[in-house]
């Protein structure tokens, strides 16, 4: 198994620019062909989607059960103890971009495959082993293998954490635009944040000099006193800011960046800005003022009155991860994470019903995936992690979207152990090989009852 995945670690297999047969760049398509020529080598059937996806397949059978992973991974930044694109090995641990998030997963699976292969077991169903090469940059792998090729019965994506996820928080992106009257002879420019999905950290405006608001901001600021006094009453601080007195007034909010599923253990860079804005200046500036008041104190949630909650998938969630200002307008790109219990139509309205000339100028929703504790493949899966691990059977939920939910029906199954610290992501990211081991005594359990249980 070690040898495999030093064979798919050492290709760095980051997205680049498109190639012929190679929509993701070479490297992806070099670690796909990597794992193909394995498969072929095992005499499984294979096939290759033009590098878009390949699967490896063992068995006969109407059905088939899926075992979805990628083969993409993040760039390797940051500061490695050892080389990124080598797989090393201390000890028990393993380190190497791609151990924890998939490239582990890819080795086992096909290791698996191969047992079940030599060991001739009859299954049911087929089993294919799906590799993606997009998962890193918006799943198209999948979505085009929904396109074009056969529906798996039921499929097992090892991209997450034990035990099981069984809830999914629906995932609600959209754009309004709301208008600001004068804002656009007062300002060059407005801007903050680079992701929906990311908390900003940074927001800033520029401001013309002959613009009242430049005024009103200098004096803000023309003392600590008086600028924490008036920063006082809209919960800021003068610290938040940098401000940079030139051709124009450049003022930048500063914040935390955080992830929006848990918005809260971030610090919005442009919630500040407006609240500055806001207090400072005598203009209403159309509706800014307006927007910026459900920012201002307390909690956007309840502020909108879109606030919902359930024991099945948590919370409901808002980050304001983006703003942009076009044609007098400001463009706000808003995350919303969905509990089974919520509606995105009443998040999608609530805005524009608060907000004097808002509007939805487009969004994306992609639905909860929801698997009642009790339904028997989350059991028939339990069961089959408890036996092999001792552990109690039980579900989580996550307000982050697994490769589960591009492939439906799907349930993300693994493979990193409860409450453990992968460094998925970053530098030094790490598994061990009992993991590993464990992992694939998991699944060889789990897939012989899948396949009785579908
Ligand atoms: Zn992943």
Not at 161 to 174: A, R
Request: hydrophobic share 35%; with cysteine; proline share 5%.
């Amino acid at each position: 198994m070690l040898e495999l995945l030093k064979k798919l670690i050492s290709v760095p297999s980051v997205m680049d620019e498109p190639e012929k047969e190679a929509p993701f760049g070479k490297e992806v398509r070099r670690a796909l062909d990597v794992f193909l020529a394995e498969a072929k080598k095992i005499g499984l059937k294979t096939h290759d989607e033009h590098g878009y996806y390949g699967w490896a397949e063992y068995g006969e059978g109407e059905g088939m059960i899926g075992l979805a992973c990628h083969i993409d991974v993040v760039p390797a930044t940051g500061d490695w103890k050892y080389p990124p694109y080598e797989l090393t090995q201390v000890g028990d641990k393993i380190y190497g971009r791609g151990v924890a998030d998939d490239k582990g997963a890819i080795a086992v699976c096909l290791k698996l495959l191969e047992k079940f292969k030599n060991d001739g077991v009859k299954f049911k169903h087929r089993i294919r082993l799906i590799v993606g090469c997009n998962e890193e940059n918006g799943s198209l792998c999948l979505k085009k293998y929904n396109e074009v090729d056969e529906k798996p019965t039921f499929t097992l994506v090892p991209d997450a954490d034990f035990p099981i996820v069984n809830s999914e928080k629906g995932i609600l992106h959209f754009t309004v635009s709301v208008p600001c009257g004068d804002l656009e002879s007062a300002v060059v420019g407005f801007s903050g944040g680079k992701r929906p999905n990311i908390v900003p950290d940074e927001a800033t405006v520029e401001i013309k000099k002959n613009a009242p608001l430049y005024g009103e901001i200098k004096s803000a600021f023309d003392s600590e006193e008086k600028a924490r006094s008036l920063l006082l009453e809209a919960n800021i601080k003068p610290h938040d800011f940098t401000i940079e007195d030139g051709e124009t007034l450049k003022v930048t909010a500063h914040g935390i960046a955080g992830h929006a599923m848990a918005p809260q253990n971030g610090d919005n860079a442009i919630y500040k800005l407006l609240r500055l804005i806001s207090s400072v200046s005598s203009d209403e500036f159309g509706s800014l003022k307006n927007f910026s008041s459900l920012v201002a104190f307390g909690d956007l949630r309840s502020n909108l009155a879109v606030y919902k909650s359930d024991p099945q998938s948590g919370e409901l969630t808002i980050n304001l991860g983006m703003v942009r200002f076009k044609d007098g307008k400001l463009l706000f790109t808003l995350d919303s994470r969905l509990p089974i219990s919520a509606n995105h139509e009443d998040v999608l309205a609530a805005l524009p019903a608060f907000v004097k000339g808002c509007k939805v100028e487009e969004y994306t929703f992609s639905p909860n995936l929801y698997i009642d504790e009790n339904d028997k493949i989350v059991k028939t899966l339990l069961s089959a992690y408890c036996a092999v691990t001792g552990d109690k059977p039980h579900c989580v939920q996550t307000g982050g979207g697994t490769y589960a939910r591009s492939i439906m029906p799907a349930i993300a199954f693994g493979y990193t152990p409860e409450g453990r610290e992968t460094n998925l992501h970053n530098a030094n990211e790490n598994f061990t090989v009992t993991e590993l081991e464990q992992f694939y005594k998991i699944y060889e359990l789990a897939i012989i009852n899948l396949d009785k249980t579908l």
